[in-house]
Each structure stands twice: as C-alpha cells, then as structure tokens.
C-alpha cells in the first residue's frame, strides 16, 4: 500500500514544476503572449496568484491549530497568516493593472482597408436597337 500522503506531496512538487515550465515560457514569450499568461496568473477569482493566496491561508489555518495544541510555535501560524495577507495586498494591487495587461494580450485590430472599387473595363458591350 502507498503512503496516503505521497500524491499530496508529488502533486505539489508537479505544480512547481509547472511553474518552473510556465516561468521559462513567459520568458520568451511574446509581448502579447505574456500578457494572455500574465492575465491567466493574475485574474482576481480563479488566477494562480488567487489560488496560491488560498493555499496559503488554508496553511495558516492549519498552523494556528497546530499552534494551539502546541505541536508548532505561534510565530510560524503568524508568519503563515502575514504571508497570507501580504498575497492578498499584492494580488489588489495588481488588480490596479489588469486592464493595461487585457489591452496588451488582445490581438492587434486587423487593418481596415476600403472595398476594392470596381473598374471599368476598357471593352463595352453595346446593345444593337
């Protein structure tokens, strides 16, 4: 039988690994690129940095109650909590942004160009009376 806690812990070690490829990605992306990614990171409701603000608080969650059955001491349950916040703080900040970050990733507006005149050829077709 496997240790239950293996996949939680292989599932995050896979997550950051992800990262790492989207990091090298974004890297040499685009500017348009990187800001559909950028975009993806940063939406405020279902965004990476709005999951990883969650997960962080769940962790605070879980260190104040290990904090108050004495298993860790309260300033790692303080420090979990301040990490929380200060994702949160930053997460609002760059709220602030997102509409430049939308413009950005929009594909660029195809040129409008007028409708082919027609010409007049240069042979008339005449009706005989």
């Known amino acids: 039988m496997t240790d239950p806690s293996s996949y939680p812990v292989r599932l995050a070690t896979d997550i950051a690994r992800l990262l790492k490829t989207l990091d090298d990605y974004l890297y040499q992306a685009t500017p348009r690129e990187a800001a559909e990614v950028l975009c993806a990171v940063l939406a405020p ?3 990476l940095l709005a999951r990883v603000t969650g997960l962080v608080g769940t962790g605070s969650q879980f260190a104040q109650d290990q904090a108050h059955h004495g298993m860790l001491p309260p300033e790692a349950w303080l420090a979990m909590g301040r990490a929380a ?3 949160a703080d930053v997460g609002r900040d760059l709220d602030e942004h ?3 970050l939308k ?9 409008r160009t007028a409708p082919p005149t027609p010409i007049a050829s240069a042979m008339v077709i005449r009706r005989s009376r």
């Open 45 to 47: 409701e279902d965004g």
């Open 85 to 87: 916040n200060e994702l």
């Open 98 to 100: 997102a509409d430049a």
């Open 103 to 111: 413009q950005l990733a929009e594909p660029p507006a195809p040129a």
